[in-house]
């Protein structure tokens, strides 16, 4: 049988589908039982960091201009000083002429930068992508566009929510193109150890893939600043060879409308993705370039951002007390709730809806299934803590009610 576009459309949508659709699909028909609280979609209502309406207003006119695919410099330099002041390894390294590019929001990056990561490897005959599963949908998209194999990579509690790296076989490290991974990780708040993220490197230089370390929600933290991708690479072994870091203003910024990240780290691999971007992709509007600048420049107002989470997480710890296999994640604002003994994730996600308005997503969305043991992801849900400490307080205190 030849290879339609209708066929294309079905092998695509069994690989990924988006939670969303689905949580609405399984929810329709169903009513509220109480005024709805959403906790399902990841997206901040941190308050709008003051700069923005100011620097946009002050480079109005420069939406009539293209805007360099690059970044302007101001942009680049932003980017490199916020990259050495968070990782005092940077310091002095980091080049802003050669080590970072602009994106359009993280995503757009993550899906892109597959294409020059397979061009770099035509040695390669049956190709594939590691996915750490559950996993951020972008992920296996930009592998099946590519042409190549995503491989899941089962991150269960058993290894911290992580990939067990010591588990991939040799061969498939051979034929890998890319190895995603997200630290803190979306969507159990996980975080690499910097000898986690040192192996990772260890592996993509030995194997000669590229580590996409997706950091996006890097900055919202409780205690310690997550180790990053880059600095371990640099502090570890005084190069950035086969590392990327994607970072966003999404989540740190709160500013996921701005659609504005930008990609970090191996010189060589940012000279061919800036290549394949001056033909293949959209450039950041030049406004929105200077409001970027301003955000990498500006802590106090992530500070801000990081207290208001941390409220939200100092709620959870006291209303729901160690339930649901709950602990505070190391990072990101997601809580990631076992739901087995509730008939799993899809289930509960129905139950609270019904009983208590509470739309939670079930965590069998964001997970391959791999069968048996390893569809871990059908007893979880994912709650995004998004909203204020009162209105998260009211939602988590309607799941216990409605589940006790
Ligand atoms: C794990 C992960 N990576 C990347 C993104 C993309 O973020 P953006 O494109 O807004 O930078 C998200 C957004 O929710 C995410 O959860």
Redesign the pocket.
Known sequence: MSHTEADTGTALDALIRSPFARLNTLLAGTQPGADPILFSL?EPNTPLPPFVGPVLQEHLAAFGKYPPIRGIPALRDAICDWLARRYPEFEGIVDPNSHVLP??????G?FSAIFPARARRPDLADPVVLIPNPF?Q?YAAAAAAAGAEPVFLRSGPETGFLPDLDAIDGRLLDRSVALYL?SP??PEGAVASPGYLEKAIRLARAHDFLLFA?E??SEIYTDAPPPGALATAQGATGSLANVLS??????RSGL?GL???FIAGDPVFIEAFGRFRNVACPQVPLPIQYVSAAAWADEAHVERARAFYRANFDVADAVLQGRYGYARPDGGFFLWLNMADFGGGERAAKTLWKGCGVKVLPGTYLTKSQGGRADHGLDFVRLALVHDAETTREGLARIVATLD
């Open positions: 990841g994106l359009n929001g993280s995503r757009e993550l951020y972008v997200c990780s979306n997706d996006c929600y994607f970072q966003s203003l999404s989540k996921p659609r504005s990240g």
